[in-house]
């Protein structure tokens, strides 16, 4: 069993919650019952709070203490605007040498995405989305342009997730998706591009209409 220290244990419970959607953006995270509930000191679950900061799911605040992220629409779509010209990049340069994408790879989680849609599970639906983009970024070289591409992706899933509920938008995420994927793997860069523009102009759209007021 591999070694896995007290906070990095309490980084992944944490995160689960916040995925699973018992703490809800913006939602406060005390870290004394936290640590009672883990059954563990004070200190790795702030060391835990403090790697879910530079993963993008948690802020922390002078005088109000950790919470989960909560993104307005405004500052979404600024995510948005940042996450569409990184990956607008990112697959105009693969599909520069698509013989070093596993384009068999992304079919696979791009054929899950699409079986997952009719359940109806938004939270479900969002984590194989998240896979696909992250499926893109193992095939680009640059890391250190990857690691803070991952930070800003996984920053907005909370907000991301609402967006699933319009059918409409989700229920062309896989042909978008088969778009991407297609360009790249005949080596068409423009195409390439234009098609991750379109995916993120449709995103956008639903995110304006689907975005709960109260975020």
Known sequence: MPDISLADQSANR???LIEQGRFKPGAHL?????????????????EALKKLIHEGLVVYRPKV?????????????????????LECHLVRELA???FAVDIEGLRAVNAEFAACLPRGDRRAVGRVNDRFHEKLYENYPNKIMMEHLNSLWR????????????K????????EHEAIISAI?????????????????????SAITSFPVEA
């Open 168 to 175: 409409l938008f989700a229920g062309r995420i896989a042909a």
């Open 65 to 85: 203490g950790y919470s989960v992220r909560n993104l307005t629409l405004h500052e979404y779509l600024q995510v948005c605007e940042l996450l569409q010209t």
């Open 185 to 205: 793997e005949r080596g068409d860069p423009a195409s390439a591009e234009a098609a991750m523009n379109a995916h993120y102009v449709s995103g956008r759209e």
């Open 14 to 16: 944490i995160r689960k």
């Open 155 to 166: 920053g907005a899933r909370a907000p991301r997730d609402y967006m699933y509920d319009n």
């Open 96 to 98: 520069k040498t698509p």
């Open 30 to 46: 005390n870290i004394d019952l936290l640590a009672k509930e883990f059954g563990v000191s004070q200190t790795p679950v702030r």
